[in-house]
C-alpha cells in the first residue's frame, strides 16, 4: 500500500469490486485502498481477484490475457493460476517455485455485486457482508440500471453527505423536489440512531404529515382521507463504505409493509485517497408497470450526484485541504449522531486493524 494510503482506510474489510455483471472472461483492473487488482472469471464461472502486478517486472497483469484458469502476463508470458501461484514459465527450462506468486483475494458474489475482502485472508468472514435482498427481488421491486461512477472524491466525505440527508432540501431543492426547508408541514417527527456493531441506523419518521409528494410519489394512492401519509427515511450504515436507504410513505398508523418506499444502493469503494467508484441504483415496490418513472428516477438521481452533490463535495475537500476532520473542531448539531457514528466506527476500524485486533463488525 502506498503511503498516501497507509492507516486511512479500513483493511479488514469486504468492498464492493464490481458488479457481477461486469466481470466476464477479459482481465478487469480495479485498485482498491490503493491496491492494484485484476479480476477475471475462471473456467466455472468464479469470480477471481488477483494482484495486478506481475512479480517479475511487475507488469500490469490485466493488460494480459485469461486462458482458462490462468492469466498470463502481456510482458513476458509469465502465467498464474487463479489461486496466485505462478504455474508457466515460456522459456527455456522455465523452473518455478512456490514462491513464484501473486496474492490472491477472498471474492464472494452476492446480491449482484463482488464483494473482495482486503485484509488478512483468514479472517474473511462472508456473514459479515452487508445483505442486499432487494436487488435480487424482482417480483417485488423494480430497479433502474446498475451504475457506476468515478469520483475525484476521498470517500468519507461521499459518507458524509449520505449520512445527512438534510442535504437534500438545499442541494436538490430543485431537482429532487425534496422537502422545502422553509415549508409548513403538519405531523410529528422522531428521529432514532441505532448502532449494532458496526452497522448503523438514521431512522427519521415525520407521522400524519400533509407533505408526501416526493416528486418520485406524485402519483401515489397511499394518502388517508385526510390528505395526510406516514413518511420515513431510513438510512443504513456498514461500515466501512456501504450505504442503503430508503425513503416511504405509507397510511397513517399503518405498518411499513403497507406503504410504498423507493429504495436506494451506495456501494463506495475508495481507490485511494483521491479516488472513489461509486456503484448505485434505485429501487422501488410501487407503480412498477411504470417504465417511465424508472427513467426519469435514473436520470434524476444520477444528475443530483453528478451536478449538485459532487461539486459541492468537491469544494468541501478543497477547503478541508487535506486536515484532519476533528483538528478542524466542526460543530455538531442535532441530526448529526448517524454521521458521527459511521465516521467514528470507521476510526475504530482502522485503528483495529493497526494494533492487530479484530474488531466488531456484525451483520444485518
Ligand atoms: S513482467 Fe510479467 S512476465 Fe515479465
Ligand atoms: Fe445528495
Known amino acids: 500500500m502506498s503511503s498516501s494510503t497507509e492507516g486511512r482506510f479500513v483493511r479488514n474489510a469486504w468492498y464492493v469490486a464490481a458488479w457481477s455483471s461486469e466481470v466476464g472472461d477479459q482481465p478487469l483492473a480495479r485498485k482498491i485502498i ?30 494480459g490475457k485469461v486462458i482458462g484458469d490462468q ?23 522455465g523452473v518455478l517455485t512456490a514462491a513464484n ?63 445527512d440527508l438534510s442535504h437534500g432540501a438545499y442541494i436538490h431543492r430543485d431537482s429532487l423536489n425534496a422537502y422545502p426547508p422553509d415549508a409548513h408541514v403538519s405531523g410529528t417527527v422522531t428521529a432514532d440512531v441505532t448502532q449494532d456493531g458496526c452497522e448503523i441506523h438514521n431512522l427519521v419518521q415525520r407521522d400524519g404529515t400533509d407533505f408526501y409528494l416526493h416528486t418520485f410519489f406524485r402519483d401515489s394512492r397511499t394518502v388517508a382521507d385526510n390528505g395526510t401519509v406516514d413518511l420515513w427515511t431510513d438510512t443504513r450504515f456498514n461500515a466501512p463504505t456501504t450505504i442503503y436507504f430508503e425513503v416511504g410513505i405509507k397510511p397513517p398508523g ?27 441504483l434505485v429501487f422501488r415496490n410501487y407503480a412498477k408497470g411504470d417504465p417511465g418513472l424508472t427513467a426519469e428516477m435514473e436520470k434524476l438521481v444520477g444528475h443530483a450526484f453528478v451536478t449538485e452533490d459532487e461539486p459541492m463535495i468537491g469544494a468541501v ?42 474488531a466488531s463488525v456484525r451483520p444485518r
Not at 455485486?113 to 457482508?129: E, H, K, L, Q, Y
Not at 399503518?254 to 448505485?280: I, K, N, Q
Not at 478543497?318 to 449522531?337: E, H, K, N, V, Y
Open 34 to 63: 490503493g491496491e492494484p487488482l485484476v479480476a477475471f472469471r475462471n473456467s466455472r464461472g468464479a469470480v477471481i481477484i488477483l494482484s495486478d502486478t506481475c512479480p517479475h517486472r511487475f507488469a500490469p497483469l490485466h493488460r
Open 71 to 93: 492469466i498470463e502476463c502481456g510482458y513476458h508470458g509469465l502465467r498464474f493460476a487463479d489461486d496466485g501461484q505462478c504455474v508457466f514459465n515460456p522459456r527455456p527450462g
Open 101 to 163: 506468486r501473486v496474492a490472491s483475494y477472498p471474492v464472494v458474489e452476492r446480491d449482484t455485486f463482488v464483494w473482495v475482502w482486503m485484509g488478512a485472508p483468514d479472517r474473511a468472514d462472508p456473514s459479515t457482508i452487508p445483505a442486499f435482498p432487494w436487488l435480487t427481488d424482482g417480483d417485488t421491486y423494480v430497479k433502474t440500471a446498475a451504475a457506476t461512477m468515478v469520483q475525484r472524491l476521498p470517500v468519507e466525505l461521499i459518507v458524509d453527505n449520505l449520512m
Open 254 to 280: 399503518e405498518p411499513r409493509a403497507a406503504g410504498e418506499f423507493f429504495g436506494s444502493v451506495h456501494a463506495l469503494t475508495p481507490c485511494d485517497a483521491d479516488t472513489t467508484e461509486y456503484r448505485w
Open 317 to 358: 475537500r478543497d477547503r478541508m485541504a487535506g486536515r484532519d476532520f476533528w483538528s478542524m473542531r466542526p460543530i455538531t448539531l442535532a441530526g448529526d449522531q448517524g454521521a458521527i457514528a459511521a465516521r467514528r466506527c470507521v476510526e475504530r476500524l482502522v485503528e483495529a486493524d493497526r494494533i492487530g485486533v479484530p
